[in-house]
C-alpha cells in the first residue's frame, strides 16, 4: 500500500494534458546476447512491424507519441532515435530490416550493464526530446521502458535497481521486462500467452518510486504481436471514464426514502479495433467518432466522463442478437490515480460483487445513457440505451440496443417443420462435411490486412538499405523526415462488428466474449 502511494504522490506531478500526452513515449530495448536469439529475432521483427503499421495506420490522436528502440550487444546502441511513430513508418521498417540483418546466435557474449546503459541513455534522450517538443508547444510527460531478453528477469531487474537509484525518475512511468521463453512442445500458432512472473518486493518498488512489471512471454509472433498491441490501449489514468449508476436498494427505513444512486467508477477498454478508424475517403479526409452524438460511446480518446444509469434487470436467454449494434467495450474497475486506496479498494470489491451476482442470476442489465452536454441545434434530449452484460471474469460487455425509432419492420414466415427429403438429404451431407469447432477463434482467421497497410504506409522512394554496422551514422540525434503515411479505405474491414464476442452464462453461444488466449489444451477463456 506505502508504495501504491508513492507512484500515486510521483504521477500528481504530472500536469493534466490532453489524451494524446497522456499516452507514454515508448523506449524498446532488445536483448540479443541471449542464446536463443536465432529463433526470436524473425519472429518479433514480424510482430513489431505488424504492430507498428496498424498504429501508425489508425486516425485521431497518436496512440504512441514517441518511439525509439535500443539493440544490446556487448553494449547498448540506438537503432532509432525518438521519432513520431505516424510520420516515419518508412524508418522504422529500415530499422526493423536492420534488425532482422544481424547475426545470430553465438555472436554476442552475455554479461555487462548493456540494459542498464540503455535504460539511462533512453532516460536522457526523451528528457532532451521533451525539452524540445515543450518548447515547440506540445507537450509529452511520461516514458514507458520495454525490455526483451531471452535471460532471467530477475537477472535484469537487479542491475537496474542498483544504478537507478540516484537517477531522476519522474518521467520513467513503468519498467516492464520481458522474458521471452522458447518452449518446444509448443506450436506458435496454437499459443499466445502473457503471464506474470514473480515481481519486484515492495520494498524495491518503494525506493524507484515506479513500477517494475516482471512478466514472461512465449517467442512466437501472436504473444509478441499481442504485448505490442497493448501499447495502444488508453493509458491515462487522471480519472475514471464511466460511472455505473445502479439502485441503492431498500435499506433506507423511512417511511418515504429518497431515492439514492450506487456509483460504481469504471474505466472503458476496447475490445476490437474499429475499422472505420483504419478507413479514409479518396480525397483523403478521415472519419473519426462523433464524441457529441447521442448514440455514440468511445473508449477513445478518453476525454468524456459517461454516466449509465441502470434501469431493468434482462433474462440473459431473453436478449435477441438482432437488435444489439456497434462496437463492444469492456468495462473494469478503473484504476484513477487520483482516488485513495481505500476508495479504489471497495470500488473494486463491488465491481467484482456486481459481475458475481448477475452470473448467478443468468442476468444482464439494461441502462440509459444520457449526454453530457446537450448541443444547442438538440429541442429534445436523446437518449441511448445499452446492454450490460456479465462474464466468467472480473470484466462487464457494454454494447448498445436498439430502441423503437431504430427498429425496422421484419415480418418473417415461420419455420417449417418438415422438409421434402429431396432438399433435406444435399443440406445436411453439406453440413456434414463441414469441419466443426467448439469455439471461434478469431486468431486463426487472416485478412491480409497488414500487408494492405504496409503497402499503403511505406512508399518505395523512402526504401533504405541496412548498411554495413561500420559505416552507420551516428544515431543519437533524430532526423527530420517529412513523409507521412497516410490510411486509406480498406474495403475488407467494413463487415460489421461481430457482436458474437461475448457469452453471459447461460446465454447462447453467439453472444460470448472471450479473451482468445490458446492454451496447451486449446480452450478459449475471457
Known amino acids: 500500500m506505502n508504495s501504491r502511494k508513492l507512484l500515486s504522490e510521483t504521477r500528481r506531478t504530472f500536469p493534466a494534458t490532453n489524451a494524446c500526452s497522456q499516452q507514454p513515449s515508448r523506449i524498446l530495448i532488445v536483448d540479443v546476447t541471449s542464446p536463443s536469439w536465432a529463433n526470436t529475432c524473425s519472429v518479433l521483427s514480424e510482430a513489431l512491424e505488424n504492430s507498428l503499421c496498424l498504429a501508425c495506420s489508425l486516425t485521431g490522436p497518436c496512440r504512441i507519441p514517441l518511439l525509439s528502440l535500443y539493440l544490446v550487444q ?38 555487462g550493464n548493456g540494459v542498464v546503459q540503455a535504460v539511462q541513455d533512453g532516460l536522457q534522450q526523451f528528457k532532451q526530446c521533451s525539452r524540445h517538443t515543450a518548447a515547440g508547444g506540445s507537450a509529452n510527460s511520461s516514458v514507458e521502458i520495454t525490455i526483451l531478453t531471452s535471460q532471467s528477469g530477475k537477472e535484469i531487474v537487479k542491475p537496474l535497481e542498483r544504478k537507478l537509484k540516484d537517477v531522476d525518475l519522474v518521467s ?64 491515462g489514468s487522471e480519472r475514471e471514464h464511466l460511472h455505473l449508476l445502479l439502485p441503492s436498494g431498500g435499506l433506507s ?38 464524441l457529441n452524438s447521442p448514440c455514440q460511446m468511445t473508449a477513445w ?23 444489439l449494434y456497434g462496437l463492444p467495450f469492456i468495462i473494469k474497475p478503473t484504476s484513477c490515480w487520483q482516488l485513495d486506496w481505500d476508495e479504489l479498494e471497495l470500488n473494486q ?89 467448439v ?28 548498411q554495413p554496422r561500420d559505416q552507420r551514422p551516428e544515431r543519437h540525434q533524430p532526423k527530420q523526415h517529412q513523409s507521412k503515411a497516410k490510411a486509406t479505405v480498406a474495403p475488407l474491414l467494413m463487415a460489421p462488428s461481430p457482436a458474437q464476442l461475448f457469452r453471459p452464462a447461460g446465454a447462447r453461444r453467439d453472444s460470448c466474449a472471450q479473451s482468445f488466449l490458446p492454451k496447451e489444451d486449446d480452450k478459449i477463456l475471457h
Open 74 to 111: 556487448n553494449q547498448q546502441e540506438c537503432l532509432l532515435p525518438f521519432v513520431h511513430l505516424k510520420e516515419n513508418f518508412a524508418r522504422v521498417q529500415a530499422c526493423i530490416s536492420e534488425l532482422r540483418s544481424l547475426p545470430r546466435e553465438g555472436c554476442f557474449p552475455q554479461g
Open 349 to 437: 470489491h463491488s465491481f467484482h460483487a456486481l459481475c458475481h451476482s448477475l452470473l448467478k442470476r443468468k442476468w444482464m442489465l439494461l441502462a440509459k445513457h444520457e449526454p453530457q452536454n446537450t448541443c444547442p441545434s438538440w429541442n429534445t434530449v436523446v437518449h441511448s440505451y445499452y446492454i450490460i452484460v456479465p462474464s466468467d471474469s472480473a470484466t462487464l460487455l457494454v454494447k448498445p440496443v436498439a430502441v423503437r425509432e431504430l427498429l425496422m419492420p421484419s415480418a418473417f414466415p415461420a419455420l417449417l417443420a418438415e422438409h421434402p427429403e429431396r432438399v433435406q438429404g444435399p443440406i445436411e451431407s453439406a453440413l456434414n462435411s463441414l469441419e466443426v469447432e
Open 172 to 235: 520513467l512511468r513503468r519498467i516492464q521486462v520481458i522474458e521471452v521463453l522458447k518452449r518446444d512442445f509448443l506450436e506458435p500458432e496454437d499459443m499466445e500467452q502473457c503471464t506474470p512472473a514473480e515481481e519486484p518486493s515492495s520494498s524495491d518498488i518503494a525506493i524507484l518510486g515506479m513500477d517494475i512489471d516482471l512478466q514472461t512471454i512465449e517467442d512466437n509472433v501472436i504473444s509478441l504481436e499481442m504485448l505490442f498491441k497493448t501499447w495502444l490501449h488508453d493509458c
Open 439 to 466: 469455439t471461434y477463434n478469431p486468431l486463426h482467421l487472416k485478412s491480409n490486412l497488414y500487408k494492405y497497410l504496409k503497402s499503403m504506409l511505406y512508399r518505395p522512394l523512402h526504401r533504405q538499405q541496412p
Open 253 to 290: 427505513c423511512g417511511i418515504a426514502p429518497k431515492p439514492t444512486l450506487m456509483c460504481l467508477k469504471c474505466d472503458l477498454q476496447e475490445r476490437l479495433l474499429d475499422p472505420a478508424l483504419l478507413s479514409g475517403t479518396t480525397d483523403g479526409t478521415l472519419r473519426t467518432a462523433d
Open 301 to 323: 480518446p478518453a476525454t468524456v466522463l459517461y454516466k449509465l444509469q441502470v434501469v431493468k434487470a434482462l433474462k440473459s436467454e431473453g436478449v435477441c442478437e438482432s437488435v
